[in-house]
């Protein structure tokens, strides 16, 4: 047959993947007696294979699972056919795939975690740094840059939540001893394979297991959202740093001039990152497209979605970009007077005791009038401008008062804290799951 060649195959977290997924299957039948007990030196090539990515990949197979089995037959001899026994690939490219997306997905919510610290260290840092806000990209209502940060922080905390509870309650579901679609006679323990590989349960239905690929699609729904959020921001750097806007300075090492014009600096990983989000959404949409019309069971058109894991790599990347540079921006203090304008009509509601509506209507007259300056306008209505400072600290929970928002970055370190230690936690026992399956295998091989 035609043979297609994947760019996954040579990812160093499928290849690991792979070879842990195989060693489980395999032990599991020399422990359980369902193989003749002098098989077990394939047990040591397994571990062995680890290390030896480039040479098992060296060669023309269609995969990486073929040229694995492959290399263990040329190595171990005949006792390595009993690696096919009671195992499909289907159940082992599925295991193997949500291994691969496990490990990536956990260094994906270490990249937001070290945004969300990002963040809240800046805006610590501009608590009392002025900035509009805009609606229609038009001056809107005064702020601070502390309030916008938050609300990034705020963006990247619920989709960490989500991204989290996808990888434990969908992604960490083992399809081993699953066989093509409904099992194999063999007297399997799919809880104890679960185990060996380190996962949180079993993935039941076998059909479920090895035919579909919602979990894929699951993980990468809030991700790609995550990077949409992502690309929102990129956006607003990109327009605020413009000399139009000047109100943010990019650090100059995620700038660039141009080859002709001396005064350019061009906010490109920005622009990058803006394009990532537009290829997660991509992903996303193919891994839809590619399943939406296919018959329930596994069909190769399957093997078209497994590259897409990468893009979560595409979006730790990004993140990692996101939290450095946010680490050395800085804010102007601008202050516009005009946004001041709905303070001012609130202001004269409470003291000409008119309705909401006939102060906006005096208010937009009297801008008019005096060509658009909130302070003329305020002094023909014989009304006194409000501060900025005055404006900010009316503002009630989620605002931008600095003195809420102190509270509110207090509180919100320490959900980051939690999260953090939720996740190493989860890593923590993912690793050692992983050390004990080496050492039960290491342990085989002296009985």
Not at 113 to 125: G, H, I, K, T
Not at 251 to 279: F, G, W, Y
Not at 339 to 360: F, I, M, N
Not at 426 to 435: D, F, L, N
Request: aromatic content about 6%; some cysteine; hydrophobic content about 40%.
């Amino acid at each position: 047959m035609t043979r297609f060649t994947s760019s996954l195959d040579k990812d160093r977290l499928i290849f690991r993947s792979v070879v842990l997924t195989a060693l489980a299957h395999f032990y599991h039948l020399w422990e359980r007696g369902l193989i003749p007990k002098d098989s077990k030196d394939v047990i040591r090539w397994l571990i062995r294979a680890l290390d030896e990515e480039e040479e098992i990949l060296s060669g023309s197979y269609e995969d990486v699972h073929e040229a694995l089995e492959e290399w263990l037959l040329r190595n171990a001899g005949k006792n390595a056919g009993w690696l096919a026994y009671g195992k499909s690939r289907n159940d082992q490219v599925a295991t193997a795939l949500r291994l691969t997306l496990r490990w990536k997905i956990i260094h994906l919510l270490w990249e937001v975690n070290r945004l969300r610290s990002s963040l809240l260290e800046a805006a610590e840092d501009n608590l009392e740094v002025n900035m509009p806000l805009f609606t229609h990209l038009q001056p809107a209502q005064p702020s601070t840059a502390a309030h916008y940060l938050l609300y990034i922080e705020e963006e990247c905390f619920r989709h960490w939540r989500a991204i989290w509870y996808m990888l434990r309650e969908v992604v960490d579901l083992s399809p081993l001893g699953s066989g093509p679609i409904a099992g194999s006679s063999l007297p399997l323990d799919r809880g104890r394979l679960a185990d060996l590989l380190g996962f949180a349960g079993v993935e039941v239905n076998t059909l479920l297991a090895t035919g579909s690929r919602s979990f894929l699609v699951l993980s990468l729904g809030p991700i790609a959202s995550l990077m949409v959020s992502m690309g929102r921001v990129a956006e607003d750097l990109i327009v605020w740093s413009s000399p139009q806007f000047s109100l943010v300075e990019i650090p100059s090492d995620h700038v660039s001039t141009s080859s002709i014009m001396p005064q350019k600096r061009n906010p490109v990983t920005l622009e990058i990152i803006r394009a990532k989000s537009a290829k997660l959404i991509g992903s996303l949409t193919s891994l839809m497209a590619i399943t939406k019309g296919l018959p329930s069971g596994y069909n190769l058109d399957l093997q078209e979605t497994n590259e897409h894991i990468l893009a979560v790599d595409e979006a730790s990347e990004s993140i990692r970009v996101m939290a450095d540079l946010f680490k050395r921006i800085k804010f102007s203090d601008l202050r516009i007077k005009s946004t001041l304008a709905q303070d001012l009509a609130e202001k004269l509601v409470k003291e000409r005791k008119v309705t909401y509506r006939e102060a906006h209507s005096l208010i937009a007259s009297a801008l008019k009038d005096n060509g658009w300056d909130l302070e003329k306008a305020a002094e023909s209505l014989g009304l006194e401008l409000p501060s900025f400072s005055e404006v900010l600290k009316s503002r009630g929970r989620g605002g931008p008062n600095p003195d809420i928002l102190r509270k509110e970055i207090s509180s919100r370190k320490k959900l980051l804290q939690d999260d953090i230690e939720k996740l190493a936690d989860y890593e923590g026992e993912k690793r050692e799951a992983e050390e004990n399956l080496l050492r039960l295998a290491r342990e085989s091989l002296m009985e």
